[in-house]
């Protein structure tokens, strides 16, 4: 399935950490060069943060003998001609949104199933748990998981209607390009999906060939899409991660000390650096109320028949897109959770 610019312009922010090109400040010819790619373009606000957060720390850790290249706002293709890239080795790693890292290692799917996760605290807890359960399964797939960050909870966006009841399900012609999931999700809702290629996604909407869509507020407006989205339903109806990663063999192609500073590195500085995306992701949501955008509400009765419906994916895609092993570790990290904070 083909990903379209647009579309993947918003979760920038999520894919940057590996994607720019930085001079070493140790004043030294670099050992070690990594070649990378992105769907975002050069310059844009958020590698400011890439800059003044990540780039340092990097240096640090490897003494300056790492240097990155990128491929900036597609020029190596969208992300399935990059991963097939980095299957043949032309490239060495990539950021990439939720769908993505499912082409990558199909098990990650588990952690966007509905309504799985309450809020971010949650979230946290179970990368914190699990961070390490992900890092051998995408090293199953011969790729090293240099991050974890969050694209962000998914919402609902019609250019017609306002999607608080199952009569606008019906209705609406709901665009899809997620996969299998997605779609068993719309039709247990009651909704006419309408797949189309990702390149299609922006335009769709705007011609009317679909009118409504699952997700990130960042991509509303990096899609620019706002000028014909009339309604945002702000329920947090999936959680949506991106992944960063580099193949296995370039990864163990590092120093053993380089690798281990780095992964005493990658908890505190993806702390940081999603502290700042979910800022963003804030200021978006924000900016469209003001552009006009009616913020839907939920009856409570909605919320739960809504739940009621999409829950039990849970079980119905366990073995098939996952291990129902791993969700359960999942639900067990999050039972303990929520016993030690209720409320939360």
Known sequence: ??????????????????????????????????????LAPDGVGWARQMKSIVFPEIEKVTNGDLSIKVYWGGIMGDEEDVIKK???????????AAQGANMLCPEMQVVELPFLFNNYEEVDYVKEKMTATFDKLFAKHDYFLLAWVDQDFDQIYSSKYPMNNFEDFKKARFLTWYGTLEEDLLKSLGANPVPV????????????????????????????MYSVVKYMNRVKIRYSPAVIVVTLPTFKAL?????????????????RFTKEVRKDNIKSVEAMLKYGIVEVKNSPEFLEELKARSIPIWDRMANKLYPKELLDEILGHLKQFRAANPGK
């Open 1 to 38: 399935m083909k990903k379209s610019r647009a579309l993947i312009l918003p979760l920038a922010v999520l894919l940057l950490f590996l994607l720019a090109s930085c001079p070493s400040a140790f004043g030294k010819e670099p050992k070690y060069y990594w070649k990378t790619a992105t």
């Open 86 to 96: 980095m299957a043949i080795g032309q490239l060495s790693g990539a950021g990439l």
């Open 197 to 224: 290629n990702v390149p299609e996604v922006s335009a769709s909407i705007r011609s009317g060939v679909a009118d409504t869509a699952i997700g990130p507020g960042l991509w509303i407006v990096g899609a620019q």
């Open 255 to 271: 120093p053993e000390d380089y690798q281990k500073k780095y992964y005493e590195l990658r908890g505190p500085l993806m702390g």
